[in-house]
């Protein structure tokens, strides 16, 4: 086989399509709705390169029109989680052999692929599915998730240049990073289709063979993913898909010997969950598991009083209730001065009531539905109490309706105390809360934001005073693990802001970096000594001075 050290192509982040009115990419995304929206399809599981189906079907319904039927999943048990491992398993020792470059190729392609051809189809299920408007689908489900494995690619090569930088005379002492021993758990969010494509393609990237499950409000996309990467040319068994319970994934997994990590982005308290079976089941495995894992967020807008009013504006409302605030970065608490209380008050409240709501498949709505009935149930008993509650007043919204879709409208709480329920709890919906404080309160505000949540993941300062900057990116260091000035807390980009927090909000191994690739090889140094030494007995160790 011929060898070379091969330079990957360099990565930039795909250009965001604006879906004008008039423009191309507009009339293309309209007609893969309307297909999408013309047929009903079966989803299978993928196990091994068997397309799998099963006699329980499970309707997917758009979360903002629950009546109309997209087609159905196969729902699997227990028994596929098995076939599913054995699959990996089988496939494991081809694929972690196979050329890191080839390994490269075929996830270079898949970007190729959603870039170009998929595009509007994996936009359309996105949309669809998990019932994202075009600009909210097109900034995931196209751009993030093409950055995800572009830049991957160029930080697996990255990893793998990374040698010992002395070797000395006569010694060659190298490094290799083996894939982990084993196969690995991917089990993915509805939020976002690229986490849930990056988090089972970045480990196979590495080397590595996955069982992946994604939430089942997601499996409409994640099945358009699947075709990508087959298509793509990933070979049968490296990702497994699976559309089963989390008791039953988690029976089989955390009990098999071969289990060598998890990758999770979900709830704190199901990762914790995990944490605490696998901990449980340590003596059964053949190494200690990887554990990577982004969780929850309660995540904050700091406003200074030398903040611009309009710039402050703006990083709420989009911060707060784009996609819903369904976002792990979304804003859900913000703490604002007295003395600018009354205009924002005013300029957040003509927004939310200027605010479009309704279906993805009508271009001009800004808000459409939550994901599903069981988080719309949720939020609208949170905004109830709100209604009653002495501690609270609903600014703006307050309002809900699920007779055909998910609705609820965003909603803005003003609670009279820092540590009323919604300025603690992650609700994951478009409610905000907010707490007004006395100018002169500012640093002690800070410490407040600092120990209200057990979260750490999203956080912004929006002020002009460069000491208030430096003063709350100091104070609020451990309080999120993305951070940003004079801006909204969401939105970050692969090869710009690696993501993750810490806390309750994960383990902080920034996903769209190097750091998160890491956790995914075992490295195995190695030291080639040409002229051994043939005689144990040291210069020391002869007589005299």
């Given at each position: 086989?011929?060898?070379?050290f091969?330079?990957?192509?360099?990565?930039?982040?795909?250009?965001?399509y604006?879906?004008?009115?008039?423009?191309k990419?507009?009339?293309l995304l309209?007609?893969?709705i309307?297909?999408?929206?013309?047929k009903?399809i079966?989803?299978?599981?993928?196990i091994?390169?068997k397309e799998?189906?099963?006699?329980?079907?499970?309707?997917?319904a758009?979360?903002?029109d629950?009546?109309h039927?997209l087609?159905?999943?196969n729902?699997?048990?227990?028994?596929?989680v098995t076939?599913?491992?054995?699959?990996?398993?089988?496939a494991?020792?081809?694929w972690?052999?196979l050329?890191?470059?080839?390994?490269a190729?075929?996830?270079?392609?898949a970007?190729e692929?959603?870039s170009?051809?998929?595009?509007?189809?994996?936009?359309?299920a996105?949309?669809?599915g998990q019932?994202k408007n075009?600009?909210?689908?097109?900034i995931?489900?196209a751009c993030?998730i093409?950055?995800f494995?572009?830049?991957n690619v160029?930080?697996?090569?990255?990893?793998?240049?990374?040698?010992?930088?002395?070797s000395?005379?006569g010694?060659w002492?190298?490094?290799?990073?083996?894939?982990l021993?084993g196969?690995v758990f991917a089990?993915?969010?509805?939020?976002?289709t690229?986490i849930?494509?990056n988090l089972?393609?970045c480990?196979a990237?590495m080397?590595?063979?996955v069982v992946?499950?994604?939430?089942?409000?997601?499996?409409?996309?994640?099945?358009?993913?699947?075709?990508?990467f087959?298509?793509a040319g990933?070979?049968?068994?490296v990702i497994n898909l699976?559309?089963v319970?989390?008791?039953d994934?988690?029976?089989?997994?955390?009990?098999?010997?071969d289990?060598a990590?998890?990758?999770?982005t979900?709830?704190?308290?199901?990762?914790?969950?995990?944490?605490?079976?696998?901990?449980?089941?340590?003596h059964?495995?053949?190494?200690?598991?990887r554990?990577v894992?982004?969780t929850?967020?309660?995540?904050?807008?700091?406003?200074?009083?030398?903040?611009?009013l309009?710039?402050a504006?703006?990083a709420?409302v989009r911060g707060a209730?784009?996609?819903?605030?369904?976002k792990?970065s979304a804003a859900?608490?913000a703490?604002?001065?007295k003395?600018?209380?009354?205009?924002?008050?005013?300029?957040?409240?003509?927004?939310?009531k200027?605010?479009t709501i309704?279906?993805?498949e009508?271009?001009t709505?800004?808000?459409?539905?939550v994901?599903?009935?069981?988080s719309f149930?949720?939020?609208?008993k949170?905004?109830?109490r709100?209604?009653?509650s002495?501690e609270?007043?609903?600014?703006v919204?307050?309002?809900?309706?699920?007779s055909k879709g998910?609705?609820?409208?965003p909603?803005i709480?003003?609670a009279?105390?820092?540590d009323?329920e919604?300025?603690?709890?992650?609700?994951?919906g478009?409610?905000?809360?907010v707490?007004?404080y006395?100018d002169a309160k500012?640093e002690?505000t800070l410490?407040?934001?600092?120990?209200?949540?057990i979260?750490?993941l999203?956080g912004?300062i929006?002020?002009q005073?460069r000491?208030?900057?430096?003063?709350?990116?100091d104070k609020?260091?451990h309080?999120a693990?993305?951070f940003?000035?004079n801006?909204?807390?969401?939105?970050?980009?692969?090869?710009?802001?690696?993501?993750?927090?810490?806390?309750?909000?994960g383990?902080?191994?920034?996903a769209?970096?190097?750091i998160?690739l890491?956790?995914?090889?075992s490295p195995r140094?190695?030291?080639e000594t040409?002229?051994?030494?043939?005689d144990?007995?040291?210069?020391?160790?002869?007589?005299?001075?």
């Amino acid at each position: 086989m011929s060898k070379g050290f091969f330079t990957v192509p360099v990565p930039a982040n795909e250009p965001v399509y604006t879906y004008a009115v008039g423009t191309k990419e507009r009339k293309l995304l309209k007609a893969a709705i309307d297909e999408a929206r013309s047929k009903q399809i079966d989803i299978p599981m993928y196990i091994g390169g068997k397309e799998i189906t099963t006699s329980k079907k499970v309707t997917i319904a758009p979360p903002h029109d629950h009546q109309h039927s997209l087609g159905q999943y196969n729902q699997g048990d227990k028994s596929h989680v098995t076939d599913a491992i054995n699959a990996a398993l089988s496939a494991k020792n081809d694929w972690e052999n196979l050329a890191w470059e080839d390994r490269a190729a075929v996830f270079l392609k898949a970007a190729e692929l959603i870039s170009g051809k998929y595009r509007y189809e994996l936009n359309a299920a996105t949309m669809l599915g998990q019932s994202k408007n075009p600009y909210q689908a097109e900034i995931d489900s196209a751009c993030e998730i093409v950055d995800f494995l572009r830049f991957n690619v160029q930080y697996m090569s990255e990893i793998y240049k990374q040698q010992p930088p002395v070797s000395g005379k006569g010694v060659w002492n190298r490094v290799e990073q083996r894939p982990l021993e084993g196969f690995v758990f991917a089990l993915t969010p509805f939020n976002f289709t690229a986490i849930a494509g990056n988090l089972p393609s970045c480990v196979a990237m590495m080397g590595n063979v996955v069982v992946w499950k994604p939430s089942n409000t997601q499996i409409y996309s994640a099945n358009v993913l699947m075709k990508i990467f087959r298509e793509a040319g990933l070979p049968d068994g490296v990702i497994n898909l699976v559309y089963v319970s989390g008791p039953d994934a988690g029976d089989v997994i955390f009990q098999h010997p071969d289990f060598a990590g998890i990758h999770f982005t979900g709830s704190t308290g199901v990762f914790q969950d995990i944490w605490k079976t696998i901990g449980d089941n340590i003596h059964r495995y053949k190494t200690y598991p990887r554990i990577v894992g982004e969780t929850g967020g309660k995540d904050f807008i700091v406003v200074h009083p030398s903040a611009d009013l309009k710039a402050a504006n703006t990083a709420l409302v989009r911060g707060a209730f784009e996609y819903q605030g369904q976002k792990c970065s979304a804003a859900s608490r913000a703490y604002i001065p007295k003395s600018l209380w009354p205009a924002l008050k005013e300029s957040m409240t003509a927004d939310v009531k200027s605010f479009t709501i309704g279906g993805t498949e009508d271009f001009t709505n800004f808000i459409n539905a939550v994901i599903d009935e069981k988080s719309f149930d949720k939020l609208a008993k949170y905004i109830d109490r709100a209604k009653e509650s002495n501690e609270a007043e609903i600014v703006v919204g307050g309002t809900y309706d699920k007779s055909k879709g998910y609705f609820i409208h965003p909603t803005i709480i003003e609670a009279s105390k820092p540590d009323y329920e919604t300025m603690v709890e992650e609700l994951f919906g478009p409610v905000l809360t907010v707490y007004v404080y006395e100018d002169a309160k500012f640093e002690e505000t800070l410490d407040i934001v600092d120990t209200t949540s057990i979260y750490a993941l999203t956080g912004s300062i929006i002020a002009q005073d460069r000491y208030a900057i430096n003063l709350a990116t100091d104070k609020l260091r451990h309080a999120a693990g993305n951070f940003y000035v004079n801006d909204k807390c969401t939105g970050a980009v692969v090869g710009q802001q690696p993501f993750g927090g810490a806390r309750g909000s994960g383990t902080n191994d920034k996903a769209g970096s190097m750091i998160n690739l890491l956790r995914w090889v075992s490295p195995r140094t190695i030291k080639e000594t040409f002229n051994p030494d043939t005689d144990y007995r040291y210069p020391f160790l002869e007589k005299g001075e």
